[in-house]
């Protein structure tokens, strides 16, 4: 077995498609979030260099970032204490804006937040606010304010490239062509008969959508992309193409 697989298989966070991955002749890396060992993810897969990930992911890729750090927070409070601790928010319900570290932070309602981390595992507003709920198990969060466990309960995939819309339109009914679901918007929608939540992230000039979704469907949901995507020559993709786009 190779240490990559190891990886894989000894951390103490895995994605529900590790053994997906493994069979696809994944390559993985430890994550450097803090917690050194204790996840892992997709780097690419198999023989596949930099270059050739790059061109799919371009084209039209998969990824899985669930292991990934990501949170939300929900009550009538959330929008101003996290305003607090220093989190640009979007100004209305289903929008999205990065932050200066990368945290992509997606407003599902007037009082519900959804946080993730940066493409390296990495994440100064998760890490902070982390820190502040976890040492007080929220005793110290204000009324009107309550954590709510996204790296548990969600999932995290993301479909770029020049044919992910096309992708999408075989499984969602939300018209998410470019022109007309801008960079930054969020569906909460339906994805192959999947309640989720899918924000448009492009990854510099690559079209690209973050889906986040109930974990226990997940497998579901990847093989329905993957067929869907099969018409436009669509592949799985490691987090690397990600970096690299």
């Not at 270059?51 to 371009?58: G, H, R």
């Not at 020049?162 to 994805?191: M, W, Y």
């Not at 579901?220 to 786009?245: T, Y």
Request: charged share 20%; net charge negative; hydrophobic share 40%.
């Amino acid at each position: 077995m190779s240490s990559s697989i190891d990886i894989a298989t000894t951390a103490l966070r895995r994605s529900q498609l590790y053994r997906r991955h493994i069979e696809m002749g994944a390559v993985f890396e430890p994550l450097s979030d803090g917690t050194a060992g204790d996840s892992a993810v997709v780097c690419h897969y198999g023989t596949n260099n930099q270059e050739q990930e790059l061109t799919q992911a371009q084209h039209l890729g998969l990824a899985d970032l669930s292991t990934l750090p990501r949170m939300g927070f929900k009550g009538l409070g959330a929008p101003d204490w996290a305003a607090a601790q220093g989190i640009q928010l979007p100004a209305q319900p289903n929008q999205a804006t990065l932050q200066t570290d990368g945290t992509l932070v997606a407003r599902l309602s007037q009082s519900e937040l959804l946080l993730a981390s940066n493409l390296n595992g990495l994440s100064e507003s998760i890490e902070s606010i982390a820190k502040t709920t976890q040492s007080a198990r929220n005793s110290e969060l204000p009324e009107r304010v309550y954590s709510l466990p996204r790296s548990d309960s969600h999932s995290w995939l993301v479909l770029c490239g020049s044919r992910a819309a096309e992708t999408l339109a075989k499984v969602c009914g939300v018209d998410l062509r470019p022109h007309k679901f801008a960079n930054g918007e969020v569906a909460q929608t339906s994805i192959a008969k999947i309640n989720g939540v899918l924000v448009r992230n492009d990854l510099g000039e690559t079209l690209s959508y973050c889906i986040f979704s109930d974990s226990s469907s997940v497998e579901f949901l990847w093989d329905s992309l993957h067929d869907a995507m099969a018409e436009f020559k669509g592949a799985a993709i490691g987090i690397q193409a990600l970096r690299d786009c």
